[in-house]
C-alpha cells in the first residue's frame, strides 16, 4: 500500500499561483509514476500531470499549456504541483495519485486539496 496526502491548496485569485504537495508513505519504492488529476464540481476527474518515478520527463495535459510544474524530492518521498497563472476554470479538487505500472488505472489515489480561483 502507499498512501498520499495532499496540501497547499486554498482560495487564489486569477493570475496567482499555488504550490500543491503530496506526501507519500509506505511502500513508495514499488511506485513506477506518480502525478496529479483534478476534479471539477459537476465534471468527471481529469488528468493534469505525471511522471515516472525512476526519471524520465514529465508529460501534461494540453490545457495545463506551460502553466503548470510537476516536480519531486525522492529522497523525501514528495511531489510537487506548482500552479501559476491561474483561471477560474482551474477551480477543482485536486488529487495526487500513484502507481506500481506505466499504464492502465492509477492504484492509489490521496484525499485531494481544494483549488478554488476567483475572479
Known amino acids: 500500500q502507499v498512501q498520499l496526502v495532499e496540501s497547499g491548496g486554498g482560495l487564489v485569485q486569477a493570475g496567482g499561483s499555488l504550490r500543491l504537495s503530496c506526501a507519500a508513505s509506505g511502500r513508495t519504492f514499488s511506485t513506477s509514476r506518480m502525478g496529479w488529476f483534478r476534479q471539477a464540481p459537476g465534471k468527471e476527474r481529469e488528468f493534469v500531470a505525471a511522471f515516472i518515478w525512476s526519471g524520465g520527463s514529465a508529460y501534461y495535459a494540453d490545457f495545463v499549456k506551460g502553466r503548470f510544474t510537476i516536480s519531486r524530492d525522492k529522497a523525501k518521498n514528495m511531489v510537487y504541483l506548482q500552479l501559476r497563472s491561474l483561471k477560474p476554470e482551474d477551480t477543482a479538487v485536486y488529487y495526487c495519485?500513484?502507481?506500481?505500472?506505466?499504464?492502465?488505472?492509477?492504484?492509489?489515489w490521496g484525499q485531494g486539496t481544494q483549488v478554488t480561483v476567483s475572479s
Open positions: 495519485a500513484a502507481d506500481s505500472d506505466r499504464s492502465g488505472p492509477w492504484d492509489y
